[in-house]
């Protein structure tokens, strides 16, 4: 059955670092662009960041450009997610998700994405 793990989650002041990453398993995992999205309380699920299947195109929301960084290991199945000079507003369950490859570029919208983990809390006090 597909299975998408992440981990890496924890507590940090603001203006630390963390990095995710996510054990993608039961499907063919270079077949599928990656994203990361994240959820805070009481707000909707946002696009963080996304690569394509061969990790040689990235997008980025503009609210992480310059901070965090989004990157693939095919043959591990994995995809990471460096985040530098975190801010509280960072705070969030960061979740990493696969969409089939549909052409046209890298898709920020949670809707096109097919399958999810469980997510790992970030926490970034001031």
């Known amino acids: 059955q597909v299975q998408m793990v992440e981990s890496g989650g924890g507590l940090v002041q603001a203006g630390g670092s963390l990095r995710l990453s996510c054990a993608a398993s039961?499907?063919?995992?270079?077949?599928?662009?990656m994203g990361w999205f994240r959820q805070a309380p009481g707000k909707e699920r946002e696009f963080v960041a996304a690569i394509n299947r061969n990790g040689g195109s990235t997008y980025y929301a503009d609210f992480v450009k310059g901070r965090f960084t989004i990157s693939r290991d095919n043959a591990k199945n994995t995809v990471d997610l460096q985040m530098n000079s975190l801010k509280p507003d960072d705070t969030a369950v960061y979740y990493c998700a696969a969409r089939a490859r549909m052409g046209g570029g890298l898709s920020p919208n949670v809707e096109e994405y097919g399958y999810w983990g469980q997510g790992t809390q970030v926490t970034v006090s001031s």
């Open positions: 039961g499907l063919t995992f270079s077949w599928y662009d």
